[in-house]
């Protein structure tokens, strides 16, 4: 086919080019926020996750204070390195950076390269080289202090776990060392109720229940809905049909003022009734579909052999249906995870009962608004799930997408 | 713990009970009320049939009619009531919500969305599933592409904030712009054309889903029909816009529907990257921004998606019936 006519090799040059840029733009916004959330904080503000790989330019500000001054003839002098005075001395413990540049004021902190002599405010003059080792010669007698010294610094490419576990946790890394210094286990600190690792747990217990109910309740119906005689059939599907399209919005009010109403109110109970409610008409539309498309030999065998309704439902249509069962389950484990609505209005607002998404959008954005490292990371805990598990079912999921394409 | 335990027992509970009741509901209708022996057996084994049916339905119809069809009785009526909900206002609400600066302009960007979207998510979706067709690696390009779908609407939104932020030392846009020599900017906050940054998310989403769709529906085009287009002489453009384009029509429809549905539905893109600010305003986040301060206008709001939604809601009714004759 391919070789016949109208597909010459330079054709498919191109199509195979465009698919890749395609493929490409899809990819990079997910892929710059996997980067970034193990970037190390300093890291991401000065230079784009595309330079992750690369080192970084920070400025760093210290004081020389690591060297005893001496005299030399009339002059003062002080020497030592940079990279072991007490201001900086943690943040190069691993002794891999290089210094670009130094200055002597906050306004020029780069104001000489590394390697050259600048000019301190005292008229004095200072000499720092790119192994951080620097020399400080002045008239006057320094003082205990010793002389504020700016410098950048290249920084090798600094890859952490810090972001991940800061947002689980709800505490920082000095505070999570602290705890652990107290005697608190790992567990105990992930436990935190702040962290968003409880949120996380949240989600889990949203979503797991709001799937498993919807699909036994689904499959009965479907199952009569698509085998059974009787008057109205076609109407209530019809009806179903309908009900895919009703916008969730309507539900929102009356149904949490029925909740508040028998007693519910905004609960996890709550919102797995809303969510078994709201799954049901995709799941009864996309189970019925593919239960009609079962073979008529099979069922009206069983009929002839004596099998009841619920025999036949439960020994040959449920075992034959897996496949439509596994793609409902996965949409609604992919839609109540992913869900931000319903979470909002069916559960409590207190951030210990909120889920995810919730947690993200009204929580996270707002009050850690610029710290990137810490929106991605959290942004990443709460997709790896459904990512993972789009990956490995994905047949299934493509298989109900083309038996019931109309939510 | 609790809530964890809790989901564990009302898994319990909620898979028993239902197993339970078909099967007690199945043991009483045949062996209690109408029990296929004595002097009526024949009439008896009849009604229980008919009556079966509805056992299966019950629980389904009685969620369906709870969570869906009450709600829409329930808002229209909340809809015509005041704040406390205790006095009839009639259109009072309506009414309001028209001369609301707001509302038109998310009724307005509303059917921007509604336009834009399907268009360009089917248009991507179809030329992705085109081009992949008959490539070697064609799976695992149209398996990442398909990947947005998995995530959710507020982590796109996240994903793309990074994609969009002002400082070119994080966004790539403003990366791009800072190479070529332009100033940084903010796509959100740009009047107007902020709309279609955001609409953007929701294009990347959905692209995916049109995609499997309609490559499924290109795969299924018949082969005799293509080759005859190409004996004939049909270039490779002809061959899509003339010969494979009209034959996947009913498909390209149906995907276009349903992600116009779904945008109508949408809040969570709007609501996390703009909050409705900067013009950017559409209808399911106006409604949130009346949810839980008035009932009565954040109902009407819901209607009028509601009436927004309803004919495409008959025309899918009308198409499943006809796919059953």
Known sequence: MENIAGKSSGLKWAVNISVALLVIAWLIPTVGLFVSSFRDRDQITASGWWNAPFSVELTYRTRANDGEPMQEGDLWVVEGNIFATSEVAEAFANGEASITAFGVTGREPTAYPAGTEGETRDGGTLTVNADGSYRYTTAETPDDRGLRIYFGAATPPDFTMDNYLTILTAQTTEEREEAYAEGQSFWEILSDENGVFRNFINTFTVTIPSTVIPILIAAFAAYALAWMDFPGRGLLIACIVGLLVVPLQLALVPLLNLHNQIGIGQSFVGIWLAHTGFGLPLAIYLLRNYMVGLPRDIIESAKVDGATDFQIFTKIILPLSFPALASFAIFQFLWTWNDLLVAKVFLPSDDASKVMTVRIADDLLGSRGGDWGILAAAAFVSIAVPVLVFFTMQRYLVRGLLAGSVK | ?325
């Open chain 2, 1 to 325: 713990m609790s809530p964890l335990l809790q989901g564990v027992i009302t898994i319990v509970v909620g898979v028993f009970g239902c197993v339970g009741y078909f099967y007690a509901a199945n043991l009483i209708l045949d062996k209690v009320i109408f029990p296929p022996r004595g002097p009526q057996a024949g009439r008896n084994i009849n009604r229980a049939t008919a009556v079966r049916p509805w056992l299966f339905l019950f629980p389904a119809i009685f969620a369906l009619s709870l969570y869906l069809v009450y709600p829409v009785i329930g808002s229209l009526w909340r809809s015509m009531h005041n704040r406390a909900g205790d006095e009839f206002i009639g259109l009072d609400n309506y009414g309001f919500l028209f001369g609301d600066p707001e509302f038109l302009q998310a009724l307005l960007n509303n059917a921007l969305w509604a336009l834009v979207v399907p268009a360009a998510a089917t248009f991507l979706g179809l030329l992705v599933a085109q081009l992949t067709d008959r490539l070697s690696w064609g799976n695992i390009a149209k398996s990442l592409i398909f990947m947005p779908m998995a995530i959710s609407f507020v982590g796109a939104s996240l994903i793309w904030k990074f994609v969009y932020a002002g400082d070119p030392d994080i966004g790539i846009i403003n990366a791009l712009r800072d190479v070529i020599g332009l100033d940084p900017m903010d796509p959100v906050q740009v009047p107007f054309w902020n709309n279609f940054f955001l609409m953007a998310i929701l294009v990347w989403i959905q692209t995916g889903f049109a995609m499997v769709i309609l490559s499924a529906a290109l795969r299924g085009i018949p082969e005799e029909t293509v080759e005859a287009a190409i004996i004939d002489g049909a270039n490779p453009f002809q061959l899509f816009f003339k010969i494979k384009v009209p034959q996947i029509m009913g498909t390209i429809v149906v995907v276009w529907t349903t992600i116009t549905i779904l945008v109508l539905k949408v809040f969570d893109i709007v609501y996390t990257m703009t909050g409705g600010n900067f013009g950017t305003q559409i209808l399911p986040s106006y409604m949130m921004s009346f949810m839980f301060r008035d009932d009565g206008r954040a109902t009407a709001v819901a209607v009028v998606i509601m009436i927004v939604v309803l004919p495409v809601m008959i025309w899918n009714i009308r198409q499943a019936q006809k796919e059953m004759r």
